[in-house]
T-cell receptor
Framework: NAGVTQTPKFQVLKTGQSMTLQCAQD?????MYWYRQDPGMGLRLIYY???????DKGEVPNGYNVSRLNKREFSLRLESAAPSQTSVYFC?????????????FGPGTRLTVT | QKEVEQNSGPLSVPEGAIASLNCTYS??????FFWYRQYSGKSPELIMS????GDKEDGRFTAQLNKASQYVSLLIRDSQPSDSATYLC????????????FGQGTRLTINP
């Protein structure tokens, strides 16, 4: 049981390049999330998906797109990377437990945009 | 006012003592509260969840919730050097919500 996996672990992009961050979970969770974490800013939600086929914006969606490919996979795409998108990106998944959603995180992708 | 506020620290506690971490939140309708531990360079790990007023104990960890004061805390008893990490408080927005709002985290150091 791998939990939540993310690829790649590290990535360096030049300004204007595009890339897709991949996330997969094997816990059969319905909900999946993408966060970014910057020093002193905590975790901020970019997009989330409550179920297969649905996606919604979070706090900081500008410059990103997402795809919920199936129940297991949720990808995050940067169409034209900017230095402000240098960050650590975490994917998470959750299922309803006792009326609440406990989120479990993947190992993260460290992205640098030069 | 930030939705979830924590003292960023660093908080320094001697080994064997009690570490006390605090968090306040602004949304009165919030129903679910979580504490995550994050080691440097690693991902957040869920260590405690609490949904009703009062205390919830799990091993050396105790979460305390006071909805009237909009305050949640985490106590770590018999602190160990391995408890040195950043602790993130997270709160759901609204009733039955799936989205979490995180505080900026408190960096805790346990001194041997």
């Amino acid at each position: 049981n791998a939990g939540v996996t993310q690829t790649p672990k590290f990535q360096v992009l030049k300004t204007g390049q595009s890339m897709t961050l991949q996330c997969a979970q094997d816990m059969n969770h319905n909900s999946m999330y993408w966060y970014r974490q910057d020093p002193g800013m905590g975790l901020r939600l970019i997009y989330y998906s409550a179920s297969e086929g649905t996606t919604d914006k979070g706090e900081v969606p500008n410059g990103y797109n997402v795809s919920r490919l199936n129940k297991r996979e949720f990808s995050l795409r940067l169409e034209s990377a900017a230095p402000s998108q240098t960050s650590v990106y975490f994917c998470a998944s959750s299922e309803k437990v006792r009326g609440s959603y406990e989120q479990y995180f993947g190992p993260g992708t460290r992205l640098t945009v030069t | 006012q930030k939705e979830v506020e924590q003292n960023s620290g660093p908080l320094s506690v001697p080994e064997g003592a009690i570490a006390s971490l605090n968090c306040t939140y602004s949304d009165r309708v919030s129903q679910s509260f979580f504490w995550y531990r994050q080691y440097s360079g690693k991902s957040p790990e869920l260590i405690m969840s609490i949904y009703s007023n009062g205390d919830k104990e799990d091993g050396r960890f105790t979460a305390q919730l006071n909805k009237a004061s909009q305050y949640v805390s985490l106590l770590i008893r018999d602190s160990q050097p391995s408890d040195s990490a950043t602790y993130l408080c997270a709160v759901t927005l609204g009733q039955g919500a799936q989205k979490l709002v995180f505080g900026q985290g408190t960096r805790l150091t346990i001194n041997p």
